[in-house]
């Protein structure tokens, strides 16, 4: 069973700045396009970043500048160093494969306050 853990999530004051890691469980990951969304209250899920198996990457308009999706195919993990946070970042946040998702992990909350 494919599996998907992620964490770093936390509060954090707006202009803030964390670090978010997934573990992913199945094999051949380096060949996958992985990708960061985020689900809001009372919104839809929305993919944020992601990163093809050659290391490109494309961002929501929303995150341009401020989010960075990376991976390490050694580990199995594709992380999202998030800066600049505003409220409206507020979410949980989960990793997938984008082309070919597997469930959904348990997410990790990110929560941007004063």
């Known amino acids: 069973q494919v599996q998907l853990v992620e964490s770093g999530g936390g509060l954090v004051q707006p202009g803030g700045s964390l670090r978010l890691s997934c573990a992913a469980s199945r094999s051949g990951f380096r060949l996958y396009t992985m990708g960061w969304y985020r689900q809001a209250p009372g919104k839809q899920r929305e993919l944020v970043a992601h990163?093809?198996?050659?290391?490109?990457?494309n961002y929501a308009d929303s995150v341009k500048g401020r989010f960075t999706i990376s991976r390490d195919n050694a580990k199995n993990t594709v992380n999202l160093q998030m800066n600049s946070l505003k409220p409206e970042d507020t979410a949980v946040y989960y990793c997938?494969?984008?082309?070919?998702?597997?469930?959904w992990g348990q997410g990790t909350q990110v929560t941007v306050s004063s």
């Open positions: 990163i093809t198996s050659g290391g490109s990457t």
């Open positions: 997938n494969y984008v082309q070919r998702p597997v469930e």
